[in-house]
């Protein structure tokens, strides 16, 4: 397995830090047969080639950092072995493990296969139990102590930040406002792009832009490359200590996990290698990066411009027209 990344530059120079995060998760297949998860590993976690390892090895071809965030749920149905395989190639290339949790998986062993998906559903005293639950069970895995965490689905509320705080977390990365005020239901601005400080939690938000009078969210399946740069560009512009990229373990392969959606997959590697060429003005970081990071910034983002609108809609029709056909 390829080294661990060198430190990111960090000196006063550096004006915004890119955080690169992969929720990494088994696809939800219901059915009587508890028996095999190798089948959704194979969709989910390798994807058709283009899963964890290969993003893996092309992070560490261009020396780059990110957050794995990791669901141990399926734990509750398969046992800690599926986790287990999950975790290590992830730490063994020196990246970064948090928790991520679809509270979907409990109970569905015992035919409950409609448990409840949004975190932010259940009451304070239950987010406790389950949050504890998963990290338990990261650990167990092999993983470090986790220090952030993100809900599936972006579903956390204010109870969950009380949640998170009451079990000695950090950072949490669920607010997304391009699904608020639901299922991403904590109480901070639809906008709020910046890093902030929230009932005893810093959250670090996914990054927003503009797309005519609404918003999207910075996902490597949602916008252009030129979308991409244009945002990183902008929060240097703006003086924003952090941009948040989202994508998932399976998002580099068709929608069945039967093939690479050649038009994902090359926006990946581009993105990686711009961000390697220009590492010095927006090295990537790790949430164990991020203790000094600063809270005060404004959030503003992106402007709308036809033109980049224009080129992720051909993509977009691209990908759905044909990749999404492999």
Same mark, same amino acid.
């Given at each position: 397995?390829?080294? =661990? ?20 998760? *088994? ?11 190798? #089948? ?15 993003? $893996?090895?092309? *992070? ?32 063994? =290339? ?9 509270? $979907?998986?409990?109970?569905? /062993? ?18 406790? #139990? ?7 069970? *990261? ?22 930040? /009380?949640?998170?705080?009451? $079990? ?18 904590? %109480? ?49 512009? +703006?003086?924003?200590?952090?941009? %948040?990229?989202? %994508? ?9 996990? %039967? ?42 983002? *992106?402007?709308?411009?036809?033109? /980049? ?5 051909? +993509? ?7 990749? +999404?056909?492999?």
């Amino acid at each position: 397995m390829d080294a =661990a990344p060198p430190p990111s530059e960090t000196g006063s120079d550096v004006s915004s830090r890119v955080l690169l995060t992969i929720d990494t998760e *088994l696809t939800w297949r219901p059915g009587g047969d508890w028996s095999n998860w190798q #089948d959704a590993f194979a969709r989910s976690y390798e994807a058709a080639g283009v899963g964890v390892h290969y993003q $893996l090895r092309v *992070l560490a071809r261009h020396a780059l950092k990110a957050c794995f965030f990791v669901d141990p749920m399926p734990a509750c149905v398969y046992g800690l072995d599926p986790v287990r395989r999950m975790i290590e190639p992830i730490l063994e =290339a020196g990246q970064e493990v948090q928790l991520h949790l679809h509270p $979907l998986w409990v109970g569905a /062993r015992d035919g409950r296969t409609r448990s409840e998906r949004q975190l932010a559903r259940y009451d304070i005293g239950s987010q406790i #139990d389950l949050i504890s639950r998963a990290r338990d069970m *990261l650990v167990e895995a092999g993983a470090p102590e986790p220090i952030a965490f993100r809900a599936g689905n972006y579903s956390a509320n204010d109870d969950t930040l /009380r949640a998170l705080s009451m $079990l000695g977390f950090r950072f949490d990365s669920s607010h997304n406002g391009h699904q608020h005020p639901w299922p991403s239901a904590i %109480t901070l601005p639809r906008d709020q792009i910046a890093p902030v400080e929230h009932l005893g939690m810093i959250e670090i938000p996914v990054t927003l832009i503009s797309d005519g009078p609404r918003s999207r969210h910075l996902q490597i399946c949602a916008v252009s490359l030129g979308e991409l740069k244009a945002a990183i560009e902008h929060a240097e512009v +703006e003086q924003s200590p952090l941009v %948040t990229i989202v %994508t998932h373990s399976f998002e580099l392969a068709n929608r069945a996990g %039967t093939a690479p959606n050649r038009i994902h997959v090359k926006r990946f590697e581009a993105l990686c290698e711009w961000l390697a060429r220009e590492r010095r003005r927006f090295p990537t970081a790790y949430f164990s990066d991020l203790d000094a990071i600063p809270l005060d910034k404004p959030s503003v983002l *992106l402007p709308s411009a036809g033109l /980049r609108r224009m080129g992720r809609l051909f +993509e977009q029709m691209w990908s759905n027209k044909v990749e +999404e056909r492999g």
